[in-house]
């Protein structure tokens, strides 16, 4: 079992910032990626963000390319998303994910074990 908690979320108004993290704890060798989601109401949960622990690459949604980074701290088990010149549309709950899994694409949330609870971001204009 892996468990995620992310935080960092908030207000802030356009082209502001915010970096999310998430703690995985338990068996995170079980492992092979991270990846950051979103769903805002009435809208599909979809893929922000991932980033595969060997090797290190990473991969973005277009709507954020450019304004998004993900990154990761192996020594405190923590991923992070650093958001830059947010938009209203970035509005949504942010959830962290973790999956063992090869095959398909990245953003296919089937892909993924483990969730964690969310953290909601909310960007005014």
């Known amino acids: 079992q892996v468990q995620l908690v992310e935080s960092g979320g908030g207000s802030v108004q356009a082209g502001g910032s915010l970096r999310l993290s998430c703690v995985a704890s338990g068996n995170t060798y079980s492992s092979n990626y991270m990846a950051w989601f979103r769903q805002a109401p009435g809208k599909e949960r979809e893929g922000v963000a991932v980033v595969y622990f060997h090797g290190g690459m990473t991969y973005y949604a277009d709507s954020v390319k450019g304004r998004f980074t993900i990154s990761q701290d192996n020594a405190k088990n923590t991923v992070y998303l650093q958001m830059n010149s947010l938009k209203p549309e970035d509005t949504a709950m942010y959830y962290c994910?973790?999956?063992?899994?090869?095959?398909?694409?990245?953003?296919?949330?089937?892909?993924?074990?483990?969730w964690g609870q969310g953290t909601q971001v909310t960007v005014s204009s």
């Open positions: 994910a973790a999956g063992s899994t090869y095959g398909g694409r990245w953003f296919q949330t089937y892909r993924y074990d483990y």
